[in-house]
């Protein structure tokens, strides 16, 4: 079946650098997309959405970008903080579905002070 | 206020026993969602309660797998004749109503299921 997909399962960087988790989407008819940070022993957190008739949005240091020619979704985040340090899932709600989620395998990103 | 809340937070057992996870909903949200989480994976999703509504339990990956809710209030999900491969972190989220183009879903901690 379709999936949602991350390209790079690690990243590190520097605190400060800006910080960009890709993500690939192959259902084409999903049309909202979320970003959720995980912390270790807690729950996803929602940080940023995304519905598929914009190609950008932003939030506080955060902005998200997404490609539906080529099925692509990316986050930035602006000057990482070490607690930015977390896994990052991306998320769509399953060909168009109105409640159901499919998260893709999780970025764990790394701030190094 | 208090948000979602899970128990046992972790849990250990032995192949082929039954447990019991808890989800306690923030007050007045009527969608209630329980996923699976192995290790380094994403969440996979096993049963959507919305309201009185029958619930979708297309994810639920075996019969051994069932999941209860009265009302808009507590949820249980079952796990009879507990296999190893069940081993996984157990999520529940909740919502003030089922669309969640509208609706953010709000996760508890967890609970991490081991079997021996």
């Keep these: 079946g379709e999936s949602v997909g991350l ?23 999903s049309d909202y997309f979320i970003w959720y940070k995980q912390e270790s022993g807690k729950g996803p957190q929602f940080i940023i959405d995304i519905r598929s008739n914009m190609d950008k949005r932003q939030g506080q240091r955060v902005t998200v970008l997404l490609n539906k020619t080529v099925k692509h979704l990316s986050l930035q985040i602006a000057a990482t903080q070490p607690g930015d340090s977390a896994v990052y899932f991306c998320a769509e709600n399953s060909g ?11 970025t764990l990103l790394t701030v190094n002070p | ?33 329980w996923y699976r989480q192995r290790l380094g994976q994403g969440l996979e999703f096993l049963i959507y309660f919305q309201g009185n509504s029958a619930p979708d339990k297309s ?58």
Excluded: M, W
């Design chain 2, 59 to 116: 994810g639920l990956p075996s019969d051994r797998f069932s999941a209860e809710r009265t009302g808009e209030s507590v949820s249980t999900l079952t796990i009879q004749r507990t296999q190893q491969e069940d081993s996984a972190v157990y999520l529940c989220a909740s919502s003030p109503s089922g669309g969640i183009s509208y609706n953010e879903q709000f996760f508890g901690p967890g609970t991490r299921l081991t079997v021996l």
């Design chain 1, 96 to 106: 168009g579905s109105n409640y159901k989620l499919t998260f893709g395998k999780g």
């Design chain 1, 7 to 29: 390209h790079l399962p690690t990243l590190s960087v520097q605190e400060g650098d800006n910080s960009i988790i890709n993500c690939a989407y192959s259902n084409s008819a």
């Design chain 2, 1 to 33: 206020g208090a948000g979602v809340s899970q128990s046992p937070s972790n849990k250990v057992t032995e192949k082929g026993k039954d447990v019991e996870l808890r989800c306690d909903p923030i007050s007045g949200h009527t969608a209630l969602y």
